[in-house]
């Protein structure tokens, strides 16, 4: 009788951690990639202000660039919590803007 105790407790367990582990990790990685949408898509939009107001002509915008001619504060990776490096920028394809990390 004990060991069956122990074997259900045992596979209960097993069978709570085989559920748990998968699910936080799409949880935790779904998390990070909202964060990492939503600086890309402020990234762009200061991109598009300065390509269509014409104040940035080249096809590649760096972060430097954006600095410099917008009012885009320095942009921290949301899951480091380090700065990006300038030298990332913003591509311009067919209207297309793609936001390309340097590191």
Same mark, same amino acid.
Do not use: G, R, W
């Given at each position: ?55 940035? &002509? ?29 030298? &990332? ?15």
């Amino acid at each position: 009788m004990n060991t069956n105790k122990i074997t259900i407790i045992a596979s209960i367990i097993i069978i709570i951690l085989i559920i748990s582990i998968p699910t936080t990790y799409k949880v935790i990685k779904n998390h990070n990639n909202h964060l990492y949408q939503v600086v890309e898509e402020k990234i762009i939009n200061d991109a598009k202000e300065c390509y269509y107001a014409k104040k940035c &002509s080249e096809e590649k915008i760096t972060l430097l660039e954006l600095y410099e001619k917008t009012s885009l504060e320095k942009v921290i990776n949301p899951v480091t919590k380090e700065y990006y490096n300038e030298n &990332s920028y913003v591509e311009i394809k067919n209207n297309k803007f793609k936001f390309v990390v340097v590191e």
